[in-house]
Nanobody
Framework: QVQLVESGGGLVQAGGSLRLSCVAS????????LGWFRQAPGKEREFVATINWSGSVPIYTDSVKGRFTISRDYAKNMVYLQMNSLKPEDTAVYYC?????????????????WGQGTQVTVSS
């Protein structure tokens, strides 16, 4: 059973940066597609970014394109989300997720494992 743990969230001013990390235990992520989702207060959880098993051609939701970068480290069994030029509307709990397939996924239902989430708060 794969377990995911996120870290790196916090409070940052608008225009600032944060790097979220997600480490896996109980199994290797090397053949899995990975993703990041977020959930703002009073809203449904939404897709942010995904990367396939080989780490090529990630996909981002339109609102974060050019600002966020998803990456993975096979040796460390980790996935990252570098967030730059943060905006107040990026405030949310961010979740990493893994799916037992090589292809990327844009929907929550496509993922098998989830972390507990890390809070990101962007002040204006």
């Amino acid at each position: 059973q794969v377990q995911l743990v996120e870290s790196g969230g916090g409070l940052v001013q608008a225009g600032g940066s944060l790097r979220l990390s997600c480490v896996a235990s109980g199994g290797t992520l090397s053949s899995y597609a990975l993703g990041w989702f977020r959930q703002a207060p009073g809203k449904e959880r939404e897709f942010v970014a995904t990367i396939n098993w080989s780490g090529s051609v990630p996909i981002y939701t339109d609102s974060v394109k050019g600002r966020f970068t998803i990456s993975r480290d096979y040796a460390k069994n980790m996935v990252y989300l570098q967030m730059n030029s943060l905006k107040p509307e990026d405030t949310a709990v961010y979740y990493c997720a893994a799916r037992t397939a090589q292809a990327m996924g844009l929907h929550m239902s496509q993922y098998n494992y989830w972390g507990q989430g890390t809070q990101v708060t962007v002040s204006s």
